[in-house]
């Protein structure tokens, strides 16, 4: 286990109350647990942005009987060749589908390709996560 280290955090009674809220809907055991994972948080939104190696999902909710769609979506995954690893496919009802299609690459080459997909008319919702490709964010994020 890491070597840890104590430091002080200063903030005001509200901010702090509504940190302690948050802390308990998520389940978390005390605050450290919590403060650790918004600063991992906080160091792989760097990662992302510096276009660094990724992996991520991106999950669509589409209409599919617009005219077509799958078609286009399924053009812009074999467009983007190896980025994209797999895709699950399930039917939610008569109208619409659900895609989740899981990615690796640099975070902006993802991004453009999620940003293709959710553009296209019938696509009701979208998200793309990202994060770190393996590498302990320790080392991801080193080379600053």
């Known amino acids: 286990m890491?070597?840890?280290?104590?430091t002080g955090v200063s903030l005001e009674d509200d901010l702090l109350k509504e940190f302690?809220?948050?802390?308990?809907?998520?389940?978390?055991?005390?605050?450290?647990?919590a403060i650790r994972d918004?600063?991992?948080?906080?160091?792989?939104?760097?990662?992302?942005e510096s276009n660094r190696p990724v992996v991520g999902t991106l999950t669509i909710v589409y209409d599919h009987h617009v005219p077509n769609l799958a078609q286009k979506?399924?053009?812009?995954q074999h467009t983007a060749g190896a980025m994209i690893l797999a895709a699950t496919h399930i039917?939610?009802?008569?109208?619409y589908c659900l895609e989740v299609i899981i990615m690796k690459g640099r975070g902006k080459d993802l991004q453009a390709v999620a940003d293709g997909m959710l553009a296209?008319?019938?696509?009701?919702?979208?998200?793309l996560v990202l994060t770190n490709s393996g590498a302990s964010?320790?080392?991801?994020?080193?080379?600053?």
């Open 73 to 76: 979506l399924t053009e812009v």
């Open 20 to 33: 302690d809220r948050l802390i308990a809907r998520r389940g978390y055991g005390n605050r450290s647990e």
């Open 2 to 6: 890491p070597q840890l280290s104590r």
């Open 120 to 127: 296209l008319r019938g696509v009701e919702l979208g998200k």
């Open 38 to 48: 918004l600063i991992r948080e906080a160091l792989l939104a760097g990662v992302v």
């Open 91 to 95: 039917h939610l009802d008569h109208h």
């Open 137 to 144: 964010l320790k080392h991801a994020t080193h080379a600053h």
